[in-house]
């Protein structure tokens, strides 16, 4: 059996305006909670045991994964009183794994859409007999990553998370967030305070001379960690770019779930998803967005690479581009709102309000 711990804790909510009652690895992404695809990657790759280490608003996971076993795994929660940062972390769950200290314990970052190749990065572990492997990408601008250069054989020679200064970007390879533990190194990992995986033990690991291992790909990749990112990996998973099993149906243009009601012309394209109970009216465009739950979009509207949150309203002829609208907000009719907006949680904004083109 293969085991993996899955870390959704930490002070970081910011899909806030989105989410406030909720953690963002429950925000759906086509269709059902974020977190459900990685468990479903997991599981594909044949993990079966699964320990969610979380800090903030835990009690939302388990009422929704329970025991795990509809999607075939055994999972259980680990709540932190105080966040222990990522290291911390997986030693306060370290009771909890079956796994001999020789053995291999995956982690993955909670935030990551990848399709990554779960079992290569354990056979890449395997046949280097290192005591970590790290799942590696390459990023135009390393500076919100750990920056990990590798010598010619894929071992790790530094590790240096959110380099800043042009001397420290030796390359451009970064941890993507998944990886490969010999269980004893968890047990070694300081218990009862906080620690950084990122800033403390790899670097103390490097130090020691031990073996790290890096596999850089460029299977697909996205931290989503941004608001306008999750619509991004949404619309990913729905165009079948970011793999996963647990897409509701099958691939393509648009998701439209069930219950949705979907005007004959209305038009969705780019991987847009119609959330459950959500209404679209006549003549709207919809495109590489995300409408939650019971959200209506009222006729003529234009929305494009946009989140509109659960029991939002967005009036008519209404634009949305890369915006964000929160849980249960409403935007009058012919409104214009653009570049990262983000509209509050229950907010209004009445009609004809905001502009950004000349009048007409
Ligand atoms: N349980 C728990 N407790 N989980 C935590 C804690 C904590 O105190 N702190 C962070 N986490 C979880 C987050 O929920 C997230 O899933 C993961 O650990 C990484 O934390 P982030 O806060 O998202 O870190 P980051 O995005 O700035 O950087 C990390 O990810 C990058 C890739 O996206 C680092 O691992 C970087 O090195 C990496 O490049
Ligand atoms: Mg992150």
């Not at 388990?62 to 997986?90: I, K, M, W």
């Not at 103390?204 to 941004?226: E, F, P």
């Not at 915006?323 to 012919?334: E, F, K, S």
Request: aromatic content about 4%.
């Amino acid at each position: 059996m293969t085991e993996a711990i899955l870390l959704v804790g930490g002070k970081g909510t910011r899909l806030r305006p989105l989410t406030v009652h909720t953690p963002k690895p429950m925000v759906p992404a086509a269709g059902v909670p974020f977190l459900t695809h990685q468990l479903a990657r997991a599981r594909a790759a044949g993990v079966d045991h699964i320990v969610l280490a979380t800090s903030y608003l835990a009690e939302v996971f388990e009422p929704y994964f329970g025991d795990g076993s509809d999607l075939g795994l055994h999972l259980e929660y680990v709540t932190e009183e105080e966040p222990l940062g990522t290291g911390g972390a997986l030693r306060n769950v370290a009771s909890r794994l079956h796994s001999a200290p020789g053995d291999p314990v995956l982690i993955f970052n909670g935030d990551i859409l990848t399709g990554l190749d779960i079992p290569a990065l354990v056979d890449t572990h395997r046949t280097s007999g290192a005591d970590v492997s790290l799942h590696l990408t390459r990023v135009d601008d390393p500076r919100a990553f750990g920056l990990v250069p590798t010598d010619s054989t894929g071992r790790v020679s530094a590790f240096l998370e959110k380099p800043q200064t042009p001397e420290e970007i030796v390359t451009d390879q970064v941890n993507a967030g998944a990886y490969v533990f010999n269980r004893s190194v968890i047990d070694t990992i300081p218990a009862g305070r906080p620690v950084s995986v990122e800033r403390e033990t790899f670097p103390g690991l490097l130090a020691d001379g031990a073996h790290l291992q890096g596999m850089v790909d460029s299977t697909y990749w996205l931290d989503l960690g941004t608001p306008q990112a999750f619509v991004r990996g949404s619309a990913d998973l729905v165009l079948g770019r970011a793999p996963s099993p647990a897409v509701p149906g099958r691939c393509g243009e648009r998701l439209v779930l069930e219950t949705a009601d979907v005007a004959p012309d209305a038009k969705l394209t780019g991987g847009s998803v119609a959330g459950p109970r959500s209404r679209i009216g006549a003549g709207a465009r919809i495109d590489g967005s995300a409408v939650l739950a019971d959200a209506v979009i009222e006729p003529g509207a234009r929305i494009r690479d946009s989140l509109i949150g659960a029991g939002a309203r967005i009036g008519a002829r209404t634009v949305l581009d890369g915006a964000v609208v929160g849980d249960g907000a409403v935007v009058g009719a012919d409104n214009e709102l653009r570049d990262g907006i983000r509209v509050w949680c229950g907010a209004a904004i009445p009609a004809g309000a905001v502009r950004f083109s000349s009048d007409e």
